[in-house]
């Protein structure tokens, strides 16, 4: 079996730059691979990528664990109280109370507790999808709604996506350069910057690629909805001599099939040329 | 003072291209960026001030103080965020990124070998002009703890701005999660810029779910609406469904691109899509139940 070990992680400061479509396409252009969804907020590589068989789709259920109280047994010490960092229990009428959506899951609590007041439940805040489709092995991670941090559902997929050590692995990461960033970017032997022709762009594009740099990964630049006149994110790279990895031009079609979910380059074999060219860039800068 | 958010769910879908325009037809003496992601806002308003920057220390981190360690592994063991490695050389460290703050190994730690350490999580900016208040902030790098990031953002601007002014406009960031319940908390109104893509229907609803969930009054406008005209009446009808106000709808403007680059907001240019974002602001000043400003 051939080698095609890759791991590409693809990431954008700004939201709705294409991280979707690059990754996505990225996918298809390198099937058979695996396409991992780590923008779990808002999971929406699964709409491009249908299941071949939804019959076959299999849904995990994604828990964190959480504290129990046993009102009988403490005491209303509070030292669990006051050992939360994240103020996740409340002390009402001689009792704690944990608000479960603010806990950390640290354990710190059933740590201190000198009476043995507090065991272990499981609380669900994600699920993660794992289809076929059209020679992509989707997995989709997605945080449920209310909850405030998706990482543990992220550190979930990721951790099935390592069951694929040998093949192409495309990572679609969270917008923003945040924890939840740095997190899907951990494992990656690439960083793929997607960067709109704006100063918005091009103000974003520079934070993430602070974060890039910081992180020690190599890295290139897609230009997305490019079009005639000045592209400050391409400016930037130029003056940051960072590699420009493919533009993709600003097309209404590309614009008409994404907002319909369809992938461009399965449905208009006119773009299928900038998802190789860009997919054979990173082969060639990961070589380097 | 009305306090008016706008978000997206979904991002680049025009949210601060809207927001800038809101600022500059209200011109609204209370203004926050809360996309302390990717913050934006602060380039098209061009407040000609040097804004007062203060470092903002989120959670504290741990570090071992490796001369008083022993090696017993009681941290790495007790560790649920896998933030504590081991090196080839048996010494033991704590990944700063990784580490959420939870003072477990300290705890753990039969030795007293860890100790706590500030961790400066972002800086936050307030510029004051004689035309606003601007606060906003700039997440460092990999750093958490945005949603508290968030709340002093819109803390340090309520402090400085009197509650006789008519309206303050926040910024928004993508998403549903932490920074964003945190924006969303003590506002009047939510304005959601939405898409009309398969996509951005499924975000709107998933941050709809979560303005509902904090007992927030939503309006919804579509950007773009001519890129996809039958998504676009699928969110119409979305908003009729869900008794949720519809404040008009935006085309899709090459001019847009421009304005931005020039640094304008979309209003200052002479263009279709400043004509819609216009009527939108009208509806939405009428929905926050301000009739002029």
Known sequence: MPNNSLRVAVLSGKGGTGKTLVSVNLAYVSSPSIYVDCDVEEPNGQYFLQPDDPLSLTREVIEVLIPTIDPVICNGCRDCVEFCRFHALAFIKNRPLLFPEVCHSCGGCERVCTRGAITRSKRAIGSADNYRSDGIQVISGAMNIGESSGVPVIRHVLAISNNFPEETIVIDCPPGSACVVMESISDADFCVLVAEPTIFGAHNLRMVHELVCRSDKPFGVVLNKCQEGWNPSEDYCVDHGIPVLGRIPYDPLIGQLSSEAKLVSREYPATERFFREILSNIRKEVAK | ?293
């Open chain 2, 1 to 293: 003072m009305k306090k008016l958010l706008i978000l997206s769910g979904k991002g680049g879908t025009g949210k601060t291209t809207i927001a800038g325009a809101f600022v500059h037809l209200s011109g609204a003496p209370a203004v926050a960026d809360c996309d302390v992601d990717a913050p934006n806002l602060h380039l098209i308003l061009h407040d000609e001030v040097e804004p007062i920057r203060e470092e903002f220390c989120g959670m504290n981190k741990f570090v071992i103080e490796d001369s008083l360690c022993i090696r017993c592994g009681a941290c790495l063991e007790a560790c649920r965020f896998d933030a504590i490695q081991r090196n080839t050389k048996g010494i033991y460290a704590i990944q700063v990124d990784a580490c959420e703050g939870c003072a477990v190994c300290a705890y753990v730690c039969p030795v007293q070998a860890i100790r706590e350490k500030e961790h400066i999580a972002g800086d936050l900016l307030l510029s004051i002009s004689d035309r606003r208040v601007f606060s906003t902030a700039e997440l460092r790098r990999g750093g958490g703890t945005s949603g508290r990031l968030v709340t002093e953002v819109k803390n340090r601007l309520f402090a400085r701005t009197s509650e006789d002014s008519p309206i303050a406009i926040i910024d928004g960031s993508p998403g549903i999660g932490c920074p964003v319940i945190a924006s969303i908390s003590g506002v009047d109104m939510v304005l959601i810029v939405a898409e009309p893509s398969v996509t951005g229907i499924s975000d709107l609803t998933r941050i709809v779910k979560t303005a509902r969930g904090l007992g927030t009054r939503i309006a919804i406008c579509v950007n773009r609406f001519d890129s996809n005209l039958n998504k676009t009446s699928e969110i119409e009808s979305y908003c009729r469904e869900e008794n949720l106000s519809f404040v008009g709808r935006i085309p899709y403007d090459p001019e847009v691109v421009g304005a931005v680059n020039r640094g304008l907001t979309i209003v200052e240019a002479d263009c279709e899509a400043a004509v819609a974002v216009r009527k939108v602001y009208e509806e939405t000043m009428q929905c926050l139940g301000l009739k002029e400003i």
